[in-house]
């Protein structure tokens, strides 16, 4: 299977690698990114076993699980070749093509814009290269900066309470989660076409 790896105006996404998993430790540590994280996912353990699945799962077919490190073009304010937070793209037949989109930054690079432009390229990925019908992305409700970039990249909130409600199940956590989505058509009708500001 080709290695997936593509460029936006500043950043680099490419395959994780296993030397990655010290840097996504390091800072999934800062407590100021740790309040947004599931608390299954609050562990070194669970860290490092995500990298080795998420590489894992690179070299399956048909593939279903993408998990691409982002790293800003050196031409930007951050150290050439760092990576700074990781893109997912997981994939559901249920019964079209559906995907579930999720990024994470380190904080040091937060406000930035570059979770915007790393999540559009996952939009376009999902209905340009992998036919999707619809993308999703879930986040906690008290996670604003998430919400912001959902709604920049043209994704709107899912407003049903059962999705609420089963949302705090499937994820085992009592705080409020909220969807949001866009479909195919709406991809194509809008004008987010061209990268967002």
Not at 138 to 152: G, L, P, Q, T, Y
Request: glycine fraction near 4%; charged fraction near 25%.
């Amino acid at each position: 299977m080709t290695a997936v790896q593509f460029e936006t105006q500043r950043l680099l996404l490419r395959e994780l690698i296993s030397a990655d998993a010290d840097v996504i430790v390091d800072f999934s540590n800062d407590p100021e990114f740790d309040r947004y994280r599931l608390r299954s996912q609050r562990s070194e353990a669970v860290t490092r076993r995500s990298v080795h699945q998420a590489i894992l799962a690179s070299t399956l077919i048909p593939r279903m699980y993408y998990a691409l490190a982002i790293v800003p073009k050196p031409s930007t304010t951050a150290a050439e070749n760092s990576l700074i937070g990781v893109l997912t793209l997981s994939l559901d037949w249920n019964p079209v093509l559906l995907a579930n989109i999720g990024f994470e930054i380190h904080p040091a690079h937060w406000g930035r814009g570059y979770a915007t432009e790393a999540a559009f390229a996952a939009l376009q990925m999902s209905f340009d290269e992998l036919g999707v019908a619809s993308v999703m992305a879930d986040c906690f409700a008290a996670n604003r900066a998430s919400i912001r970039v959902m709604e920049k990249i043209g994704m709107q909130r899912s407003r049903s309470w059962i999705d609420s409600i089963a949302l705090r199940v499937a994820y085992g956590e009592m705080r409020p989660v909220v969807r949001h989505q866009v479909r195919r058509d709406e991809w194509q009708q809008r004008l987010y076409r061209k990268d967002p500001e």
